[in-house]
């Protein structure tokens, strides 16, 4: 039985920055490698942020110089500006060029590889319930997802 057909395969080396086309693509139990392998830090929220907070990152592209190893850190990406410059997210320009770019203070922080305490890949601790709702794209009124089926 057919159930459909992968057309592209793309990978985002930083979280909500654009990604890479991909040839082709190895799975592991975690998803492609690499995949989200660095994200960005709000310093003033302390933990990871997103798009959905940050929309001018999304002008911002991402793709690895080197291949990703499935279980290890994720290599250094290289990270396309607007304006066609670029530089690796783990320079030290990276951080003040990003900020600059999103108006608030961001760092650039790899997840780390399977199995490591690593910073969360989102944080909500800080927010209001109601905004909480907005960030997960739910309306007034809609039920939030019940995951208590699923292991912590």
Known sequence: MRVGTVHQVWRYPVKSMGGE??????????GIP????????????AGIT?????????????????????????????????D????RSDSPEAAPRISGLAG?????????????ETDPRLTTAAETP???RALGGLL????????SMFTP
Request: hydrophobic share 35%; glycine share 8%; net charge neutral.
């Open 50 to 82: 997103n798009a959905k907070r940050l929309p001018p990152v999304r002008e911002v592209s991402a793709r690895y110089l080197e291949e990703p190893v499935a279980g290890e850190a994720s290599p250094p990406a290289e990270l396309r500006f607007p």
């Open 140 to 147: 007034p009124g809609e039920p939030e997802a019940d995951f």
């Open 104 to 116: 608030r203070s961001v760092a650039m922080r790899s997840l780390g590889p399977a199995g490591t």
């Open 21 to 30: 086309r991909l040839p082709a693509a190895r799975l592991s139990w975690r």
């Open 130 to 132: 109601e905004m909480q």
């Open 84 to 87: 066609g410059s670029t530089i």
């Open 34 to 45: 690499g995949d989200r392998g660095w994200a960005l830090y709000d310093e003033a929220r």
